[in-house]
Every structure is written in C-alpha cells, then in structure tokens.
C-alpha cells in the first residue's frame, strides 16, 4: 500500500503564489509517475502536471508558464510551484502516484483546496 500527503494549498489572490507538496509512504516502486490533478466544483478532474522518475514533464496547457512540478526521489516527494495563479485555478488538487507497467499500481491522495480570489 502507499499513503500520499498532501500540503501547502490555501487561499491567494490573484497574481500570487503557492507550493503544494506531496510526501509517498509505503511501498514505493523505483520507476513511476507522480502528478498532480485538480477538481473545481461542478467539473471534471482534469490533469495539472505529472513527473515521471527520470524526471520527464508533461503539463496542461492552462498552467504551461506558470505551473513548475518537480520531485525528490530520495524523500518520495512531489513539488508543485504555481506561480501567476487565477481564479480559474480554485480547485481541490490531489496527488496521484502511479506505475505505467501495473495498472493496478495507482493511488491518490486526499486532496488539498486552493483558493484564488479575484
């Protein structure tokens, strides 16, 4: 089993700044993908920005410029800085960690509210 934790959401306004933080426990394999996906009221969960253990990006086009994911193998950590943020970026952001290999293998956290005021 694997525990994700999520932290640092909150309320900004807009323009401003915040960085989640994802910390994996649990049996961690070497090779997978960490992400970040986020949930606004009414809407579909959408992807934000995933990293895979290598260290290959993929973002959304809505954060490309503004979003930076980032990880620390050795702490099973994942970062996301966001910067330039908007109201249409209110959201529950959850963590994800997952093997492409095993289907199976594919756990979330929580989830964490972050908040942008206009």
């Known amino acids: 089993q694997v525990l994700l934790v999520e932290s640092g959401g909150g309320l900004v306004q807009a323009g401003g700044s915040l960085r989640l933080s994802c910390a994996a426990s649990g049996s961690i394999l070497r090779i997978n993908t960490m992400g970040w996906y986020r949930q606004a009221p009414g809407k579909q969960r959408e992807l934000v920005a995933t990293i895979t253990s290598d260290g290959s990006t993929d973002y959304a086009d809505s954060v490309k410029g503004r979003f930076t994911i980032s990880r620390d193998n050795a702490k099973n950590t994942v970062y996301l800085q966001m910067n330039g943020l908007k109201p249409a970026d209110t959201a529950v952001y959850s963590c994800?960690?997952?093997?492409?290999?095993?289907?199976?293998?594919?756990?979330w956290g929580r989830g964490t509210q972050v908040t942008v005021s206009s």
């Open positions: 994800n960690l997952h093997s492409i290999q095993l289907s199976d293998y594919n756990y």
